[in-house]
C-alpha cells in the first residue's frame, strides 16, 4: 500500500508542478503469448486474466500516466506456435509482450524477437518473462543473433538456479532429508531442476543420497503411477520436483491413490489444479519454493480476494503485479513509452514489490527479490487465505533476502547504440 500511495504523489506532484507526461494517455497493449488450449490451458487461462486484472486495477494509479491493455494469444505451449503468434502480435502493432510457461516457447520467442528488433530499428519489441526460468536466458552469451542474455528480454521470476539456492539452503537443515529422488518434465526446466539440486546438495549436504531420477514427457503422462511405484521402490525419504500444471496434479494424484506420504519439496504446487488434489492427500506434507506465498495482506490481497470473487480462481502469478508496476515506473522514468528508452530506463531500476524492495539487476535483467520457503497445511487465523476453496493454504515458513537466492551471472550484454 505504501507503493501505491508514493504513485498517487508521484502523479500528483507531477501535475502540480507543470511538469508534462509525454505519454500520458497512451493505452500501452500488452500481448500475452501462452497455453490457452490443451493440457496446460488452466494455467495459462488463470495466467492471462491476473495480467488483466493487475492492469485494470492499476491503470487508475501508475506514475506514467498509460493505460494498459493485455490481450491474449494461445500459443499452445509451443516453439512454433509462439513464433506465429508473436508474428500476429507484430502485425497487430504491439510492442512489448509478455510469455512464462515453457523455457522452449521463451527461447523461441526471444530469438525471434533478437532477431526483428536487428531488422525493425524504431519498431522494437520488448520481452517481459514472467515464469520462464532458464538460468541460460540471462547467462548465454547473445552471438550472431543466437538468443540469451538480450536487452530486450527482462525476466520477473527467480530463475531456476535462484529457486533451487532458496529451496536447498532450507533443506540442508533438515535431518530427516537422507534420500531424494528426483522426479522432473524432460525440457530445459526439469534437466536444471535436477542439476542445480544435485550441484547444490553436493555442496551444502553431501551426505544426502539421489536414489533415483525421472525425466518424463512434458504434458504428455497420463498415469504417473509407475513413477510413483519406482520412488517407493528406491526407498526414498524426499522427492523434488520443478513439475507444474497437469503434469504435477497428476504426480500428486498417483501418490495419494498409493498411499504414500513421502514429503514433497516442489516449485509449483499452488499452479491451477494441483492444490485440490494435494487436499485430497489430507495430511500430505509438500514444501514450495517461490518469490510468494498465499498470504500476503495489503493491495496485493485485495487484488487476490477480488479475483477470486470473480473468477472462483486463484491469483498466484504475483509477478504480474511487479511487471505492470516495472513497466509504469519504467515509462515515467523514460518519459515515453518507446521500447527502447523504456528498457534503459527498467534497467537497475528499483520499485516496491508486494514483499518489499526488488531491483531489475541491469547487467543481465534478472529481477532480485525475495523468496520463501512455504508448508502446505491448514488454513489458521494468521494465514486464512483458502487456496482453491480446500480449507488448506500454503504458509511461509522461511523468508530468504534477496542476496541468499541471488546467483552471479556471465552475461555479457549487447546493448543498441541508442541506448547507450
Not at 508514493?6 to 509525454?22: D, E, H, M
Not at 500520458?24 to 493440457?39: N, R, W
Not at 506514475?63 to 508474428?87: H, I, M, R, Y
Request: hydrophobic share 40%; proline share 5%; with cysteine.
Amino acid at each position: 500500500m505504501k507503493f501505491a500511495w508514493k504513485v498517487i504523489a508521484l502523479s500528483a506532484l507531477a501535475a502540480a508542478s507543470g511538469v508534462a507526461l509525454a505519454q500520458k494517455g497512451e493505452t500501452v497493449k500488452i500481448a500475452f503469448m501462452d497455453p490457452l488450449s490443451g493440457p496446460f490451458a488452466n494455467v495459462g487461462q488463470n495466467q492471462l486474466r491476473s495480467w488483466q486484472m493487475v492492469a485494470e486495477k492499476l491503470n487508475a494509479k501508475n506514475p506514467a500516466g498509460v493505460k494498459f491493455e493485455v490481450v491474449g494469444f494461445d500459443n499452445k505451449g509451443t516453439p512454433q506456435e509462439s513464433l506465429n503468434t508473436l508474428k500476429a502480435a507484430i502485425d497487430q502493432g504491439f510492442r512489448y509482450v509478455t510469455q512464462g510457461n515453457g523455457s522452449g516457447a521463451a527461447w523461441a520467442i526471444l530469438d525471434a524477437v533478437n532477431k526483428y528488433n536487428d531488422r525493425n530499428p524504431g519498431k522494437e519489441i520488448v520481452y517481459l518473462n514472467y515464469a520462464a526460468v532458464d538460468p541460460a536466458l540471462t547467462n548465454a552469451p547473445e552471438k550472431d543473433g543466437a538468443p540469451g542474455c538480450s536487452f530486450w528480454h527482462f525476466r520477473l521470476d527467480a530463475d531456476t538456479s535462484m529457486k533451487m539456492e532458496a529451496l536447498t539452503s532450507f533443506m540442508k537443515d533438515q535431518p530427516n532429508i537422507k534420500k531424494v529422488y528426483l522426479i522432473n518434465q524432460n525440457y530445459a526446466h526439469g534437466q536444471q531442476v535436477a542439476k542445480y539440486f544435485k550441484d547444490a546438495m553436493k555442496r551444502k549436504r553431501p551426505d544426502v543420497q539421489i536414489v533415483g531420477e525421472d525425466l518424463h514427457p512434458l504434458g504428455q503422462v497420463k498415469d504417473f503411477a509407475p513413477y510413483v511405484a519406482k520412488i517407493k521402490q528406491a526407498g526414498a525419504d524426499t522427492i523434488v520436483t520443478g513439475n507444474w500444471g497437469q503434469d504435477m496434479t497428476l504426480l500428486v494424484k498417483a501418490m495419494i491413490d498409493a498411499g504414500m506420504k513421502t514429503p514433497l519439496y516442489a516449485y509449483y504446487a499452488g499452479v491451477s489444479g494441483t492444490p485440490t488434489a494435494l487436499a485430497a492427500g489430507k495430511d500430505l506434507e509438500v514444501y514450495g519454493v517461490a518469490y510468494n506465498h498465499s498470504n500476503f495482506g495489503g493491495e496485493i490481497r485485495q487484488i487476490g480476494d477480488e479475483y477470486k470473487k470473480r473468477f472462483n480462481d486463484d491469483f498466484y502469478t504475483f509477478a504480474t503485479y511487479n511487471g505492470i508496476n516495472m513497466l509504469a515506473a519504467g515509462m515515467a522514468k523514460a518519459k515515453s513509452t518507446d521500447p527502447v528508452k523504456v528498457a534503459r530506463a527498467m534497467e537497475d531500476l528499483e520499485f516496491k514489490s508486494f514483499a518489499g524492495d526488488v531491483k531489475m539487476r541491469g547487467s543481465d535483467h534478472q529481477l532480485q527479490q525475495t523468496m520463501f520457503i512455504t508448508k502446505w497445511q491448514k488454513m489458521d487465523a494468521k494465514n486464512n487465505y483458502n487456496v482453491e476453496n480446500t480449507g488448506y493454504t500454503f504458509v511461509p515458513i522461511k523468508q530468504l533476502e534477496p542476496y541468499v537466492s541471488s546467483t552471479p551471472t556471465s552475461c555479457q550484454m549487447k546493448r543498441p547504440a541508442a541506448a547507450g
